[in-house]
């Protein structure tokens, strides 16, 4: 059993590290997504020296790969970015930790597990933070034709990115939309200063 725990412990700190890094780098695929991803591989070759070698692992495989499918529909894609991929990779590992219970191997499957529950509560604490891609489209339809630093100014210390402005010169009006990322904690924030913000008719946080 320690070689096994030696194992998940080695492939729980080289995904971590390396996760880790694509998170603080804001990609689209986050640290919760490398790990669920090692540890479910590493569960199932775990399971086989269990089993014997007479084990067949195709239906190992049937199951992974069909449930690979089902984790694929979580993903969600817009014109602006891709999301979902923590959730499918959580589906993916939960089909691997049902497979290793029904084959009688609860201490791979109670190891997988208390590491899914590990990882999920740091992405909140780093999410929460504002270390991901917790990213919102901010909508703004304004009063006036508005230069960009008085709007970025309402967006803080946080990363944007323009998507789209569109500028009426007749009726002297504008709107802008962006894609920032921040932290969960800074869109009650936003939402206040948009709203004491003269300039600003109207407004929309996706």
């Not at 089909?95 to 201490?107: A, E, K």
């Not at 997988?112 to 270390?131: E, K």
């Not at 034709?145 to 009426?168: A, P, R, T, Y």
Request: with cysteine; glycine share 12%.
């Amino acid at each position: 059993m320690m070689e096994i725990l030696l194992k998940f412990g080695i492939v729980f700190v080289m995904s971590l590290i390396f996760g880790l890094e694509r998170q603080y780098s804001n990609r689209p695929v986050g640290f919760g997504t490398f790990v669920f991803v090692a540890i479910g591989a590493c569960t199932l070759a775990v399971i086989p020296s269990f089993l014997g070698p007479d084990f067949s692992i195709g239906i190992i495989g049937a199951v992974v790969t069909g449930v690979g499918f089902l984790g694929a529909g979580a993903l969600i894609k817009s014109a602006e970015k891709v999301s979902g991929f923590t959730t499918a990779a959580s589906i993916w590992i939960f089909s691997i930790i049902g497979l290793s219970i029904g084959f009688d191997q609860y201490s791979l499957g109670i190891i997988a597990y208390s590491i899914t529950l590990i990882v999920v509560t740091i992405d909140r604490i780093l999410d929460f933070h504002g270390a991901g891609t917790y990213q919102r489209k901010v909508i703004l339809t304004m009063d006036g034709i508005i230069g960009k630093e008085q709007v970025l100014s309402l967006f803080g210390k946080n990363k944007w990115k323009l998507i789209d402005c569109k500028i009426d010169k007749k009726n002297k009006k504008s709107g802008v939309s962006y894609l920032v990322t921040m932290p969960r904690s800074y869109v009650g924030i936003l939402t206040r200063k948009l709203i004491a913000t003269p300039w600003v008719e109207s407004f929309d946080i996706e």
